[in-house]
């Protein structure tokens, strides 16, 4: 970077300097005169430079022209780096270039076009700057040349020189120039001069149409995007697949829609590139039985389109289909994993807590060779502490030869989550004094686990110190971390009045952390105003009317839960579904809540009702509370009964060996009553239930959970 720096500096002073017409060459050749005979080697050399492709009869016609003397020629230098440079040699073309005593501006030119093709961009940018020193002008063809790599390496202020350049010295119209520029701009976030430039192009190729869109739609403006296209198709352009990209790209499920149908419209649903945008949007969008579809109609089926497919089913929660789908990819001939897939399905085992068969994933890990790749090592590693399996994640952690800061922070995390706050604090420090620097989600992790165990000072102390020793800023994951902290402490005002002076607008999670101990502290005032305050603030989420509506109707105030679960379903908010998941024998069981229609339904029921009769015989009562509806006790308590983790509970009783570990993955935050329940199952079975739910594992064995029920 200060070598960019030095160039823009530099150059920006160079514009200042007088600039003397005449020194302007024109974009022909100047051929000096040879000697006849001369002249005619030179010229048979050019013309056989020209058509050469291969590099042996290249390194012939160049030995030719050293004997013959003609080494110093420009225009056959000028040919010969051009034909170096087509035959992907281009650090010939620059050796040859380095040696040319009298360049000219096609020397130059053809140097930059070479710099920027292999995406030397630095070099290109100082290579322009040089020419410019040496007062050799650029013209239209060097111009476009060189402002990709303007664009690309953000140097605003030489980029505007350029275009001044251009400007002053009246060109005229050039659509690739100004093209060219239209990017540049874009690349810089400069939408407003893009669009000056593009408005005031007389011509405008399809390049030029797609340019600005892709510019509108890479820096979010969805809108103008769309626009623009009408405006193109207005003018008689139709589109091609770089424009349909750019508009998929904007991640809009419903522009995505219509797009698609004018894809098909315009032949292009063959395209491959097309066909793996749209199964990517569908999948960011939730749409997964759409990219399934498009996947199934692909027919040569490369390793991107497996890997996306794979992360659409996982992303999707459906166990079994990641899981055949897996199977069925890592079957076929012609695909050879990958670090990425690799990664995206030891992602799927973390979320769904998948142990056994990540474990089989790790096999094939180490059978592939794939144990020294750092991505899959953090990957192992965060699902071994996400699946439970914490000591697994140690070892594999000792036995890393490299590791960087993604690694530390899984062993971080994995500690919070399992409660081990003081090993995740001293996890942490031993990084710095191991000089590895940690980043944002290092932080989250350390400050979650002080909250997790309760290190409220420890926690507010790394927080504070988080500027001055670490050189970072908090951002609001931080800060909802601290609320939290000091919302468990029962520190609700100090909290409240953490976010109100934040720097900057708190996200969601802050007001979730905050909200969430006001209900665990029962101080429903507070409650109120953060409710009121935030529905105003994001009308939109849905988290918010759910927590909302869950504080008031602990406080008995059914009229403000009703009254938010309707604006709830006015807003057209549905609330995530919560499950739970249990693995059994290397297959994935997953329980909704108060889901009678699963396989497995009766057995469970009659199991659980003498489950229930068990642990009340030990004192076990329904908490009435955990249930947010104004109905009947017996409603409640029937509600309770089908919660997915009980049910989930009762199907891991029923299907391990006494003795094993019940280990269970629900996507929300337990319930108070669940809890409860869990301890005296723990106690009643003689068996330890490891659920990890959207905050932390709960660990209950015999009666006690290891949350200390702060969770
Ligand atoms: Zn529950
Ligand atoms: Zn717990």
């Known amino acids: 970077m200060n070598r960019l720096f030095t160039v823009c500096s530099r150059y920006c002073w160079r514009q200042s300097l007088p600039f003397d017409p005449k020194l302007k060459f024109s974009s022909k050749t100047h051929v000096v005169c040879f000697y006849s005979t001369q002249r005619q080697r030179q010229l048979s050399h050019a013309s056989i430079l020209h058509k050469l492709k291969h590099t042996k009869p290249l390194h012939q016609v160049h030995a030719q022209i050293l004997v013959s003397n003609l080494a110093d020629n420009v225009f056959l230098c000028n040919r010969l780096m051009n034909a170096y440079a087509s035959c992907k040699q281009f650090d010939k073309a620059q050796i040859i270039f380095s040696g040319i005593s009298k360049k000219n501006l096609v020397s130059w030119t053809i140097l930059l076009s070479g710099l ?83 408005d005031k192009m007389r011509v405008r190729n399809v390049v030029s149409w ?47 829609n219509g797009v698609h149908g004018l894809i098909v419209k315009a032949g292009y649903e063959n395209d491959q ?32 389109v497996w890997t996306l497919m794979l992360r659409g089913f996982s992303k999707s929660g459906d166990w079994r289909k990641t899981i055949d789908h897996f199977n069925e990819m890592i079957g076929e001939d012609e695909i050879t994993l990958d670090s990425i897939s690799l990664t ?29 790749d750092i991505f899959v090592g953090s990957s192992i590693m965060d699902m071994y502490a996400n699946c439970g399996s914490l000591i697994d994640a140690e070892t594999y952690f000792e036995s890393m030869g490299k590791k960087d800061v993604v690694c530390w922070n899984a062993l971080i995390s ?18 710095k004094c191991l000089g590895i620097s940690p980043d944002d989600s290092t932080l989250v992790s350390v400050l979650c686990a002080c909250s997790h165990a309760g290190l409220v000072d420890c926690g507010l102390e790394i927080f504070e110190r988080m500027s001055e020793s670490w050189n970072m800023i908090p951002n609001s994951k931080h800060y909802a971390c601290v609320v939290d902290l000091l919302g468990r402490g029962g520190r609700l005002n100090e909290a409240y009045s953490l976010v109100k002076r934040m720097p900057h607008q708190p996200g969601p999670e802050v007001y979730c952390s905050l909200l969430a101990a006001c209900r665990a502290h029962r101080n429903f005032e507070m409650g109120d105003e953060i409710s009121r305050e935030i529905i105003q603030l994001r009308p939109k989420d849905v988290g918010y009317y759910v927590l909302a509506s869950n504080v008031y109707a602990l406080a008995g105030n059914w009229d403000c839960a009703r009254t938010s679960r309707i604006l709830l379903k006015s807003n057209d908010l549905r609330k995530n579904p919560g499950f739970s998941s249990i693995e059994v024998n290397g297959e994935m069981f997953t329980f909704m809540a108060s889901q009678t229609c699963h396989p497995h339904y009766s057995e469970i029921k009659e199991f659980l009702k003498d489950l229930i009769f068990k642990i009340e015989a030990m004192g076990y009562q329904f908490d009435l509370n955990s249930v947010f ?83």
């Not at 979320?351 to 056994?356: D, I, V």
């Not at 199907?651 to 094993?660: A, E, N, V």
């Open 116 to 198: 920027t093709k292999n995406g030397l961009l630095l070099e290109a940018v100082e290579a322009f700057y040089d020419m410019m020193v040496q007062e050799i002008r650029p013209n239209e063809i060097t111009i476009a040349t060189v402002l990709p790599a303007f664009g690309k390496l953000g140097v605003a202020q030489m980029g505007k020189s350029v275009h001044c350049y251009w400007i002053r010295h009246n060109f005229g119209d050039n659509v690739f120039v100004e093209t060219g520029l239209v990017d540049m701009y874009s690349k810089f976030g400069f939408l407003k001069n893009a669009r000056n430039v593009f």
């Open 344 to 372: 995206t399905i030891f992602s799927g085992c973390s979320s769904s807590g998948a142990l056994q068969q990540g474990r089989r994933v790790h096999a094939l890990v180490v059978k592939t060779g794939f144990q020294d």
């Open 629 to 711: 509806s104004d109905v009947s006790d017996d409603v409640k308590k029937d509600i309770l009964f089908h919660h997915s983790e009980k049910l989930a509970i009762a199907f891991g009783l029923m299907r391990t060996t006494t003795g094993s570990i019940i280990r269970i993955t629900k996507n929300l935050r337990i319930c108070d009553d669940c809890h409860l329940a869990s301890k005296f199952i723990s106690k009643a079975y003689g068996r330890v239930l490891a659920i990890k739910d959207a905050n932390r594992f709960h660990i209950f064995r015999d009666g006690v959970c290891s949350c200390g029920d702060w969770w």
């Open 210 to 256: 797609n340019t600005i869109i892709s510019g509108y739609s890479e820096n979010g403006f969805g809108d103008e995007a769309l626009w623009v296209f009408n405006e193109m198709r207005r003018k008689g352009f139709s589109g091609d697949v770089f424009t349909f990209m750019s508009l998929i790209s904007l991640g809009d499920c419903g522009v995505g």
């Open 414 to 431: 994995g500690y919070g989550m399992f409660g081990c706050g003081n090993k995740s604090v001293e996890l942490f420090l031993n990084m």
């Open 273 to 304: 590139l097309v066909k793996t945008a749209l199964m990517e949007l569908y999948i960011n969008c939730d749409f997964v039985d759409d990219a399934c579809r498009i996947f199934k109609e692909i027919h040569k089926k490369d390793l991107v």
